[in-house]
């Protein structure tokens, strides 16, 4: 019986590997990978978990601390020229969850929060929002409890761009500065 799909070999495996990783703007983990190349119902994790190791020892990607896989220069190289080979559909299925991990890790390193647990069992909350010229807002909240100030914390970074919105318009309301 034939296969469908793109993913018929192990070859087929590590160019979209390469695919995937040159336009990673982070180093990926194993699962990573095979979460932004599971764009084909015939590839396995065990497939992606054989070839990361063989790409290594050949040289296209280098294993950092942590686990972690960036490409190398020949993995590049090798990349570009294999590209076109993936299908057009698993490519543009790809790109569009690389695209989408790079926007999530990009934001995730300018929000952060930060719970200290005082004395008395209440919690500060430290959240703060950057971008890439600097800090652009911190505020510390206190939450009665842990659970609190978990909340406030995941609240926060998933707001946190609609709180630094809300907080400039606020400030910088003329209508209140007139009446003053």
């Avoid at 590590?14 to 119902?41: H, M, N, W």
């Avoid at 054989?50 to 050949?58: D, L, R």
């Avoid at 505020?139 to 630094?164: C, D, M, S």
């Amino acid at each position: 019986m034939k296969r469908h799909g793109f993913i018929h070999d192990m070859m087929d495996v590590k160019v979209l590997i390469l695919f995937v990783a040159s336009r990673a703007g982070y180093p990926l983990t194993t699962q990573e990978i095979y979460e932004l190349c599971y764009q084909d119902d015939c590839l396995s994790y065990f497939d992606v978990c054989t070839a990361i190791p063989q790409m290594v020892e050949s040289g296209h990607l280098k294993e950092l601390e942590g686990g972690t896989y960036v490409i190398t220069e020949k993995g590049r190289q090798d990349g570009e020229i294999t590209a076109d080979s993936v299908a057009f559909t698993v490519r543009q299925r790809a790109e569009t969850a690389v695209e989408r991990f790079n926007r999530q890790l990009r934001r995730s390193s300018f929000v952060k929060t930060q719970m200290i647990p005082r004395e008395n069992g209440e919690f500060s909350v430290v959240m703060a929002l950057d971008d890439e010229n600097g800090n652009l807002m911190t505020l510390e909240l206190l939450a009665p409890n842990q659970r609190q100030a978990v909340h406030l914390g995941k609240q926060f970074e998933r707001k946190a761009e609609i709180i630094y919105n809300l907080t400039m318009t606020e400030l910088l309301d003329t209508e209140d500065t007139a009446e003053s």
